[in-house]
């Protein structure tokens, strides 16, 4: 029996533009390992170093929502802010998804799942690009094989057994259309740099594409028309959905490098430069899931999940 635990409390800040994780650690005089998520207290924070709160009125509280063991032997807490103990903080967006979700009715049953883009970095070099100039066009760096076509696979691969090991649904991951730019899918599917465009040029940036779907879309019988309904939702909302996809996404989103223009709503099928990909089996099949593929790979997960879910099915 362990005689203490490190609790590591994990919470997203107010940082304008690209919120930022932050954490503080508590020492428990027991094994934290066995206790329940609800005999974990809540604890409080300065928010006027988080952009949060104001000096004057500076504390802010964090409510534990979901529990992770360490494989060592720790406990990592994510933490929801609160102003007090029956106000979620503005800066929550994961109370707004839980209000949106607490909207539903009964059988929508949404999965979402997401393709986390990001670039790896030493100092103010890309990974694998000369310290000077560039490196050759993109083009065989995609799911590439060997040295010279891919760095970094030993972060992204200690990064898969890290995120294996604390449960998490991982779903895969690879090496992307940039040399130094990784990918992995998290979450259920149907079937690291976060800005949206670290290198200025011919380079595809990074993205957070988002899979969808509803149980109705993963009906055999009315998945066609359900999915051809939420893209309908997706492409009258197309504004609203840009304003919480990820800040300056007009530099990720400009029609050329697998995107579609951020001022245009298209979907097509297994077409990688709309803004909604829907797979080539899908459409085979009639069933399925669809693909977002605007959302910048700085965007506020919660904010995406919501916004999908407010438009598709609360519409």
Request: one cysteine or more.
């Amino acid at each position: 029996m362990r005689n203490h635990s490190l609790v590591e409390y994990i919470w997203v800040d107010g940082t304008k533009g690209t919120a930022m994780l932050r954490s503080k650690t508590k020492v428990f005089t027991k094994d934290a390992t066995l206790l329940w998520l609800d005999s974990f207290p809540w604890w409080s924070f300065d928010g006027s170093s988080t952009q949060q709160a104001t000096g004057d009125n500076s504390d802010c509280l964090l409510k534990p929502v979901k529990k992770v063991t360490n494989p060592d032997g720790g406990v990592l807490l994510l933490c929801e802010v609160y102003v007090d103990k029956d106000t979620p903080h503005p800066s929550n967006t994961r109370a707004k998804l839980r209000a949106t979700m607490d909207k539903l009715p009964a059988g929508v049953d949404p999965w979402i799942g997401y393709e986390q883009e990001y670039v790896l970095m030493r100092n103010e070099t890309i990974l694998g690009w000369p310290e000077k100039g560039f490196p050759t066009a993109q083009g065989p760096f995609y799911c590439g094989v060997g040295g010279e076509n891919v760095n970094g696979r030993e972060i992204s691969e200690e990064h898969m057994e890290v995120c294996l090991n604390y449960g998490l649904q991982l779903y895969g991951t690879n090496a992307e259309v940039m040399l130094g730019q990784w990918e992995y899918q998290i979450g259920p599917r149907a079937y690291p740099v976060l800005a949206v465009k670290p290198k200025e040029g011919d380079w595809n940036g990074s993205g957070m594409h988002t899979n969808f779907s509803t149980s109705l879309m993963r009906d055999v019988s009315q998945g066609r028309g359900a999915i051809e309904q939420a893209i309908n939702r997706l492409g009258r909302k197309h504004d609203e959905h840009i304003a919480v996809y990820g800040a300056d996404l007009e530099k990720r989103l400009t029609g050329r490098h697998e995107t579609c223009s951020i001022h245009e709503f298209r979907a097509g099928v297994s077409d990688r430069g709309a803004s909604i990909r829907i797979p080539k089996e899908v459409a085979a099949q009639g069933y399925g899931y669809i693909e977002d593929r605007r959302p910048g790979a700085n965007a506020d997960p919660y904010q995406v999940a919501e916004a999908l879910v407010r438009t598709i099915c609360l519409a």
